[in-house]
């Protein structure tokens, strides 16, 4: 992006068998609050940690800010469904809700080389997530002739540092084309790197105040694609394949 230029992304993101742990200290059938008998139920047998599996989707709008040449500024909100599959003594909870969840994202990103035709541009991203989703049903649940309605809240803090590498393929010269909506040419820019991730879950009875929670690290190769279409928009699409599958696809437009 050129010094002093804003963009605004929109776009939709997706996430499916999240790798997610609860840390759990009580022995036998856990749970995150003894004293009702809908809460939501770990199978631990001992103390140790738990693997739960996290599920959703949101739309979000990411505004980015770059002041200088190196360095760019962003900040994110999203809101969308999410649910987590927890194993129970039995069977395995899946926990979901009516209300949308809503995630907000700072970062910034700082260019260590630029773009180059001997060499691809290289940056390194650093980010904080904050999002929070909120139950009302379990199923199958684990309590025979009593509703399985319940009233917890989950909330993630994601933390992420990405080294990412990124080239900018002209495929036709600009000068082969007399409309103005491809006076640029036709471009795409393929990149990917590593992404190291910490989330931290905390799981929160809201009747009785229990709370269960724990963090897992990540660290995940990323791919994705950006395709210039016109002078100041563009569309992309990316993916993260390791502890879950993570993809997005969005438009954005930019300002100077």
Known sequence: MPKGSLKVLAFYQGVSEQ???????DTGTCSVGPTNPNNV??????QGDVDVEGNGSYGAVKLVYQPWETMQYYAAVGAGEYGVKIPSVTVTNSLTGDKPGMSYTLGAKAVVFP?????PALAVDASVTRSRHYFNRRFPGGTPNVSNNIDARLELMAYQVSVEASHLFTVVEADKFDLVALKGGVRFEPYGGIRWSRTVADLKDLVDGGHAGG?????TPFVGLRVPLFEHEGVFAESTF???????????VRFE
């Open 215 to 219: 963090s897992q690290d990540v660290v």
């Open 115 to 119: 773009d180059s035709a001997g060499m």
């Open 41 to 46: 139920s770990f199978a631990c047998g001992q």
């Open 242 to 252: 390791v502890g879950g599958f993570h993809h997005a696809l969005g438009l954005e």
């Open 19 to 25: 790798d997610l742990k609860f840390s759990l200290t």
